[in-house]
Every structure is written in structure tokens, then in C-alpha cells.
């Protein structure tokens, strides 16, 4: 497609249960990111995939949130037993490499609440 | 932790008015990008201004780097209702090798009033 794409583009979901948001970023972008924000607040960064493999996963809040990435291309993010500290808008975005000049191309973002 | 911070938090203005915005960082960069997001949109890139830059146009965007301060300036002239949206600064961090990544402020909120 012309653009990242994310969804679902809401989501709600019962404390406890499991919850996964895609993303499809741009042909040919090796790079994408996941980002998490809350309400009023700035990005806080989550993972980072250079191509298939996750070089960075450092912003991962705990065991579980988990993502993957398949053939270069769509990424999911789990949420397992979730909680309702995990509600925010989860935004996804690529970028045509993770180099230091990468412009990030975002997605709408999904939004989760959790009950 | 972040590693931009912009202030102010948030700025009022009247349509036609310049709107100055700031962004800290903590730790060297090779680039600083500014995006913009409309209220429960995506992010939109504006510009990118590398650190042996010191100032960068993009029609009514100015950008400033100051790296010995660690900071940059956004301005916006002539501002127009459609301005109004939160403004972001992101810097990039080292991720291990030539890996890297963007972290972003908490953004200043602007409302440009017709």
C-alpha cells in the first residue's frame, strides 16, 4: 500500500486476555518501529526491527508484550493477560532504512482499551 | 527515559502570529527530526536537520540546532488555524552497530486560533 497500515484501528479487550496489533509498513522499508502513547504524552519506544531481526528491544514494558517480524515485511505486537496500565495507541512505523537519516513514515496507530 | 523535551507544553496563538517552539536533548546526535500530529492521527515528518547543520527552511518552517546546547528551535510564521497539532522533536540514539533509533519528547501542544 501508499502508506503504513496498522490494525485493528481499535481495540477493546477485558483485563487478562490476549490482544494482537499488525502492521504493514511500506514496501521495501527494512526498518520498522513500535511505539506506545498514552494519553497527552509523548512516543515511548518499544521495539525496533531491522529487517527480520530485532536489534533493539529495549523498550519492551515486560515478558508480556512480545513482536515479530516475517519476511522483512508485516509485524505483530502481542499483549498477553493484559492489563489496564497497557491502554494507550500503540503506532507502528517504517522507515527505507535504520540508518541515522531515516525519516519514520507512521501508521494511524491502534487503540487499545483495556476493561 | 526521553531523550527530547520540548517546552513550551503548550502554546495558544492568534492565526498570522509566529510560534517558537523548543527542544533539549541529552547525549549526542546525528540528526534531529521534527514531526507533527494531529489530534488522534499518526505522526507526520516536517524536517530533518543533521548535527553539522545549523539551520534549516522548509516553506514557513524554520529549524535551529544548537548542538553545543543540545538544542533546537521549531519555528512556524504566519501560522494558520490548520497549524494547530501537537509538535514533536525526535532524536536519534544508538541501538548497538548501525543500528539506530528515534526517541521522541512529549511534544508542545500549539492551537492556533482563527
Known amino acids: 500500500g501508499a502508506g503504513v497500515s496498522q490494525s485493528p484501528s481499535n481495540k477493546v479487550t477485558e483485563k487478562g486476555k490476549d490482544v494482537e496489533l499488525r502492521c504493514d509498513p511500506i514496501?521495501?522499508?527494512?526498518?520498522l518501529y513500535w511505539y506506545r502513547q498514552s494519553l497527552g504524552q509523548g512516543l515511548e519506544f518499544l521495539i525496533y526491527?531491522?529487517?527480520?531481526?530485532?536489534?533493539?528491544k529495549s523498550g519492551l514494558p515486560s515478558d508480556r508484550f512480545s513482536a515479530e517480524r516475517t519476511g522483512g515485511s508485516v509485524s505483530t505486537l502481542t499483549i498477553q493477560r493484559t492489563q489496564q496500565e497497557d491502554s494507550a495507541v500503540y503506532l507502528c512505523?517504517?522507515?527505507?532504512?535504520?540508518?541515522?537519516?531515516?525519516?519514520?513514515?507512521f501508521g494511524e496507530g491502534s487503540r487499545l482499551t483495556v476493561l | 527515559s526521553q531523550q527530547g523535551e520540548e517546552d513550551p507544553q503548550a502554546l495558544s496563538i492568534q492565526e498570522g502570529e509566529n510560534a517558537t517552539m523548543n527542544c533539549s536533548y541529552k547525549?549526542?546526535?546525528?540528526?534531529l527530526q521534527w514531526y507533527r500530529q494531529n489530534s488522534g492521527r499518526g505522526l507526520v515528518h516536517l524536517i530533518l536537520?543533521?548535527?553539522?547543520?545549523r539551520e534549516k527552511h522548509s516553506g514557513r518552517l524554520r529549524v535551529t540546532l544548537d548542538t553545543s546546547k543540545k538544542s533546537s528551535s521549531l519555528l512556524i510564521t504566519a501560522s494558520r488555524a490548520a497549524d494547530t497539532a501537537s509538535y514533536f522533536c525526535?532524536?536519534?540514539?544508538?541501538?548497538?552497530?548501525?543500528?539506530?533509533?528515534?526517541?521522541f519528547g512529549k511534544g508542545t501542544l500549539l492551537t492556533v486560533n482563527p
Open positions: 536537520i543533521r548535527s553539522n547543520e
Open positions: 547525549t549526542s546526535i546525528n540528526n
Open positions: 526491527f531491522q529487517g527480520n531481526s530485532a536489534p533493539d
Open positions: 512505523a517504517s522507515s527505507l532504512s535504520g540508518g541515522t537519516t531515516g525519516e519514520l513514515f
Open positions: 525526535a532524536t536519534d540514539a544508538n541501538s548497538g552497530g548501525s543500528n539506530y533509533k528515534l526517541t
Open positions: 514496501s521495501g522499508h527494512t526498518a
